[in-house]
T-cell receptor, first 115, second 115 residues
């Protein structure tokens, strides 16, 4: 069975500072994707960043970047220059490729950006 | 506009009643998913489907049923056997496994309350 663990239920960061959210996963599969999703109070799920497991280069999207350590099964999200609009729940997710395409989410980290 | 449409946005159910949540997508995606989210919690997988007329139980399928008669549609029925159905329900879809740029897209969700 696949599991995704987010060990930080809540975090806070000062506006303009940098924060890192952690995520670890467990799988015996070798071919998969990893995602970070943001869920603001509106409850809409918004894709932040995606990483293909076969790519060694860490994905980057503007102020968002990941540190993907495949051997350690770790997938942390770094948010630089934090903005008030970054306040949200952040979910790490894992998609297996091959067989049934099941997608598993972590329990989330609630991030508060403080002015 | 392409996307995933969930309806209704808010639904109230009396105890003992079955209710059906609608999910329609016009993204031409093969895979579709239903998740349940309880307040302050993560997403738990109820059912998922790779292709028409085929679906698999997720982690919390008891008390729920689905159908996949059309590629575009994946309705979820919350039956009277579901003892605690009050929650936020999210429908999602994605392209076929291994497709380049595979990403999970979400609808806006449906709130179900038992009265």
């Amino acid at each position: 069975a696949q599991t995704v663990t987010q060990s930080q239920p809540e975090m806070s960061v000062q506006e303009a500072e940098t924060v890192t959210l952690s995520c670890t996963y467990d799988t015996s599969e070798n071919n998969y994707y990893l995602f970070w999703y943001k869920q603001p109070p509106s409850r809409q799920m918004i894709l932040v960043i995606r990483q293909e497991a076969y790519k060694q280069q860490n994905a980057t999207e503007n102020r968002f970047s990941v540190n993907f350590q495949k051997a350690a099964k770790s997938f942390s999200l770094k948010i630089s220059d934090s903005q008030l609009g970054d306040t949200a729940m952040y979910f790490c997710a894992f998609m297996i490729l091959g067989g049934y395409q099941k997608v598993t989410f972590g329990t989330g980290t609630k991030l508060q950006v403080i002015p | 506009d392409g996307g995933i449409t969930q309806s209704p946005k808010y639904l109230f159910r009396k105890e003992g009643q079955n209710v059906t949540l609608s999910c329609e997508q016009n993204l031409n995606h093969d895979a579709m998913y239903w998740y349940r989210q309880d307040p302050g919690q993560g997403l738990r997988l109820i059912y998922y489907s790779q292709i028409v007329n085929d679906f698999q139980k997720g982690d919390i399928a008891e008390g729920y049923s689905v159908s996949r008669e059309k590629k575009e549609s994946f309705p979820l029925t919350v039956t009277s056997a579901q003892k605690n159905p009050t929650a936020f329900y999210l429908c999602a879809s994605s392209t076929a496994q291994g497709a380049p740029g595979n990403t999970i897209y979400f609808g806006e969700g449906s709130w179900l309350t038992v009265v």
